[in-house]
C-alpha cells in the first residue's frame, strides 16, 4: 500500500517508472486475494497506444471511484502513429515527427501548476515501452519480450492490425506497406530514390522504374495514388529536369472490385476514379493482383505490369497480440466480443478497434479510428460502472460519423451523416479541418496546418529527403509478427 501511495505522490512530481516491486508486478495469487477486497487498488493495462489504447487510457484516467485506479499503457513502440497521414509521409508531404506523438509526453509529468493539480484529480497512467508478447489470462498477467510480467485486474487489449497479403505470392517480398512510420519513410525514400535511379540511368525507365503500383481501391490506395501522382507530375518533374516525367512516370490504381471506394456512395467512388484520372493516374477496376516479383507484378486477368515500385494497401488482418488471448476468433481473425465489448467467457478482458470482432459475423464493424475511439470510451464506461457498483451500460453502439477520403491538391470525397455528400474543394477543405482536428498533439496540428499551407502555395513538397542508406532489403524492416512466447512458470 505505501509503494500505492508513493506511485500518485511521485506521478505529480514526475516519476513515471516503476521504483523496483510495484503493485504492477506482484504475482497473480496475490492480485486473485487482493482484488477480493472492495477498497484495493485496480490496475487497469491497455494494450497498444493507437487509436483505441490511447483513447482507453485518457478515459480510465478520469474514473472517479472510491478505489484507486492504476493505469499501465503499453506499446512496442514509444508513439501514436496518426495512421490517416501515413501516406502524406510516404509521398513527402509530412515529417515523420509531425505524426507521431511520444507516449512519455502524453503521460509524463505535467510542467504547469494547472497540470499538477489536474494530474492529481486524475488516475495515474504509467507508459510502458515494451512488445506483449504473452497474456495469462488465468494468472491475469501479461508479459513482455523482456520478460517483464505485469497483472492486471482490467485488461484492455488494443493492438490494431497489420497488413496481410493473403497469401498472394511475392507480395510479403516485394510489397511496400503502410502501417508505421517506419514502413512510411522507407517507402518515401524508395518513391524518391527511383527518380534518382531512372536519372542516373534512363534506359530503366523501361525496366519500370518509374511505374508505379498501388493495389487497393479503398480509400488508402486512392489517397496514395493522387499523392504519388502529385509528387511525381508537380514536384520531382521540377527536380529532374533532364526526365520527361510527364511522359515516362506512370501511377496504376489498381482495384478487384468494379468501382473505387467501395464503402462509399457509388457517385463519390465514381467522382474519385474520374479526378484521380485528370490526375494521370490509370485507375484499373474489376482486376486484382495475382503475384509479385522485384521487377513486375501480374494481375488477375493475365497483364504483366513492369514495375520495381508496389504499394500494397489491400487489406490488414488483427495484429498478432490478438493469438495471444487463447480466444475465439472469426471472421478475418477478429476476436470474438460480446456486446459489451469483453470476451465471452472473460469479463475482466476487453478487446477494442481493428482486431475486435462483434457478437455475430454480421455485427463486424469497419476497422477505423472512430470505432476504437468509441470502444474506449464504452469499455472506460463499464470499468467505471464496475467500480461504483452501478448497472452496466446497455450495449456498445457504434455512432457513424460518416467516412472521407481526399484524392489530392483540393479534391476530397466525404459522405458525412444524413446522406450529405461532399466532393471537390468544399470535401477538401472539411477534410483538412477534421485531420487538423483530430490529430494528437498541439506541436503536430501547428506544424502539419503550416506544411499543409506551405506545400499548397509553393506547389512543393519539403521532406522530400533520403535519409537512408539503401538497405540491403528495407522491405525487411516491414514485416511485422509477434512471436508466441510460452508464459512459462
Ligand atoms: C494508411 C492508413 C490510413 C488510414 N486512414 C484512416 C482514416 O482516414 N480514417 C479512419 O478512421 N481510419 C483510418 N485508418 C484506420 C485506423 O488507423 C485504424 O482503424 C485505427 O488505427 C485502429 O485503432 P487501434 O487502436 O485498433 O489500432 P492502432 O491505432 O493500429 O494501434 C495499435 C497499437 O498497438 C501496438 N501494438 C501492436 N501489437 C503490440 C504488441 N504485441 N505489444 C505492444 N504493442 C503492440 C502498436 O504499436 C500500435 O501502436 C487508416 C489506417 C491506415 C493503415
Request: glycine residues 10%; aromatic residues 6%; neutral net charge.
Amino acid at each position: 500500500m505505501a509503494a500505492i501511495t508513493l506511485d500518485r505522490r511521485l506521478l505529480a512530481t514526475g516519476w513515471t517508472d516503476p521504483p523496483g516491486e510495484t503493485p504492477y508486478e506482484r504475482s497473480p495469487s496475490a492480485s486473485t486475494t487482493r482484488s477480493s477486497q472492495a477498497t484495493d487498488p485496480v490496475n487497469v493495462v491497455v494494450v497498444g497506444g493507437g487509436f483505441g489504447g490511447l483513447r482507453a487510457a485518457h478515459e480510465i484516467q478520469r474514473i472517479r471511484s472510491d478505489r484507486e485506479v492504476y493505469v499501465t499503457l503499453i506499446d512496442k513502440r514509444n508513439h501514436h502513429t496518426f495512421q490517416p497521414l501515413l501516406y502524406q509521409v510516404a509521398t513527402a508531404g509530412l515529417d515523420p515527427q509531425d505524426v507521431g506523438q511520444g507516449l512519455r509526453q502524453l503521460f509524463g509529468a505535467p510542467r504547469t501548476s494547472f497540470g499538477r493539480w489536474r494530474a492529481r484529480r486524475r488516475n495515474p497512467v504509467r507508459v510502458v515501452m515494451g512488445e506483449v508478447v504473452g497474456i495469462d489470462r488465468t494468472g491475469r498477467r501479461v508479459v513482455l519480450a523482456d520478460g517483464r510480467r505485469l497483472a492486471y485486474d482490467h485488461l484492455v487489449v488494443a493492438g490494431g492490425a497489420v497488413t496481410s497479403t493473403f497469401g498472394l505470392p511475392g507480395v510479403e517480398e516485394h510489397g511496400w506497406r503502410l502501417k508505421s512510420l517506419q514502413q512510411a519513410t522507407h517507402l518515401r525514400d524508395h518513391l524518391i530514390r527511383q527518380f534518382e535511379h531512372a536519372a542516373a540511368d534512363p534506359d530503366r525507365v523501361d525496366d519500370g522504374t518509374l511505374r508505379f503500383v498501388v493495389a487497393g481501391g479503398g480509400p488508402t490506395g486512392v489517397e496514395m495514388a493522387g499523392a504519388i501522382a502529385e509528387l511525381a507530375f508537380e514536384v520531382l518533374a521540377r527536380d529532374h529536369p533532364t526526365l520527361d516525367v510527364r511522359r515516362h512516370v506512370e501511377v496504376v490504381l489498381v482495384e478487384m472490385g468494379d468501382r473505387l471506394l467501395p464503402a462509399f456512395d457509388e457517385e463519390l467512388g465514381r467522382t474519385a476514379a474520374s479526378t484521380l484520372e485528370r490526375a494521370g493516374v490509370d485507375v484499373r477496376l474489376g482486376t486484382a493482383l495475382a503475384e509479385a516479383e522485384a521487377d513486375h507484378i501480374m494481375l488477375t486477368d493475365g497483364t504483366r505490369v513492369d514495375t520495381t515500385t508496389l504499394v500494397w494497401v489491400a487489406g490488414v488482418r488483427p495484429a498478432g497480440v490478438a493469438g495471444l488471448l487463447e480466444a475465439e476468433l472469426m471472421r478475418g481473425g477478429r476476436v470474438r466480443i460480446t456486446p459489451q465489448v469483453h470476451l465471452p467467457d472473460d469479463p475482466r478482458v476487453f478487446v477494442i478497434g481493428d482486431m475486435a470482432g462483434a457478437p455475430t459475423d454480421d455485427q463486424l464493424l469497419p476497422q477505423v479510428a472512430p470505432v476504437a475511439q468509441q470502444q474506449a470510451a464504452y469499455v472506460a464506461e463499464v470499468i467505471g460502472a464496475q467500480l461504483r457498483g452501478r448497472p452496466a451500460p446497455g450495449p456498445f453502439a457504434y455512432r457513424d460519423k460518416g467516412s472521407m477520403a481526399t484524392i489530392g491538391r483540393n479534391h476530397a470525397v466525404a459522405e458525412l451523416p444524413g446522406g450529405l455528400k461532399l466532393s471537390g474543394f468544399v470535401g477538401w477543405v472539411a477534410w483538412l479541418a477534421l485531420h487538423l482536428l483530430t490529430l494528437v498533439g498541439f506541436r503536430n496540428r501547428v506544424s502539419v496546418a503550416l506544411s499543409w499551407i506551405h506545400n499548397w502555395w509553393t506547389w512543393d513538397r519539403s521532406s522530400r529527403l533520403i535519409i537512408d542508406p539503401p538497405p540491403a532489403d528495407s522491405r525487411d524492416a516491414q514485416v511485422e509478427s509477434t512471436p508466441v512466447y510460452p508464459i512459462g512458470p
